[in-house]
């Protein structure tokens, strides 16, 4: 199966309250420029048949529930989401080698024709520092954690891992090119950091080893959504040339 050349590297956070709000904005973008990714939020409250409609617009979607479970529950949601045809979906790490096994195994089982979404794992949140994680009772800093958990997620067979940007050239060193690194907190130089605490530009972030990155906010909330993903596409080829 062809896991991540192709395709465009951005993906477009659509953290919107609604499907009105989240197909107006998709309207407003195109296919070759941009992948999208549905959370909590819109998912709770549009349901599979949002995905469908995103399909429909000619958008690969990365279903980004952070599923975080026992493996009985964990394999069950990525099957489920599996039968929708999503190209992405993920599990938190801190659930265990055991519990990414099992997902990896459900996707597997009901991969058809060699296709099956791809299954990566959240090492550490973007909007954490080391002082967030040591309030959690962490004892690591962030760069430990997020390795241990990386490492973790690489021994289970996933495909890849959400994290930073920071971490993402040590990922691609220590697991190889075809471990993704998919990095949210991605902030063009001008933009309000929001949340987000471990941050970078499109173009430093690819320089140092993302192979995807998520960009919400800065797309989302822009009067001219399409205009600021060309310019990312541009950094992020400058960054690659
Ligand atoms: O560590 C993580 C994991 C997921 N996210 C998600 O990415 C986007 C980022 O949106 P911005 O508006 O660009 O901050 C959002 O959907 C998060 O749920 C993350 O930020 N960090």
């Known amino acids: ?16 309250p609604d499907a009105d709000a989240a197909l107006s904005l998709a309207s407003r973008l195109n296919p070759s420029q941009c992948r999208l990714k549905v959370g ?6 549009a349901g599979p048949a949002l995905i469908e409609r995103l399909h429909a617009l000619g958008f690969q979607v ?12 964990v394999a069950g949601a990525c099957r489920a989401a599996a039968r929708l045809g999503v190209w992405m979906v993920n599990v938190h ?5 055991p519990m990414m096994e099992t997902a990896r195994e459900a996707l597997e089982s009901v991969a058809t024709s060699g ?10 949140l973007t909007s954490m520092d080391d002082g967030d994680l040591a309030g959690c009772g962490v004892t690591r800093t962030v760069a430990e954690q997020a390795h241990y958990l990386a490492t973790l997620t690489h021994e289970a067979g996933l495909d890849g891992v959400v994290c930073s940007a920071h971490e993402a050239g040590a990922f691609r060193t220590a697991f190889g ?12 130089a001008d933009a309000a950091l929001g949340d987000q605490k471990r941050v970078m530009t499109p173009g430093a972030a690819m320089g140092l080893g993302s192979s995807h990155l998520v960009i919400g906010r800065p797309v989302t909330q822009a009067q001219d959504p399409g205009a600021v993903l060309t310019a990312v596409n541009r950094e992020i080829a400058d960054a690659l040339a």
């Open 115 to 124: 296709q099956r979404p791809l299954l990566i794992a959240v090492t550490v």
């Open 62 to 73: 990365f279903l980004d529930l952070k599923f975080h479970d026992i493996p009985n529950t």
């Open 93 to 97: 790490a801190s659930g265990g080698r």
């Open 1 to 16: 199966m062809s896991l991540i050349s192709s395709g465009p590297r951005v993906i477009v956070a659509l953290d919107f």
């Open 177 to 188: 090119e075809r471990f993704l690194r998919v990095t949210p907190g991605i902030r063009p």
């Open 40 to 45: 909590f939020e819109l998912f709770v409250s």
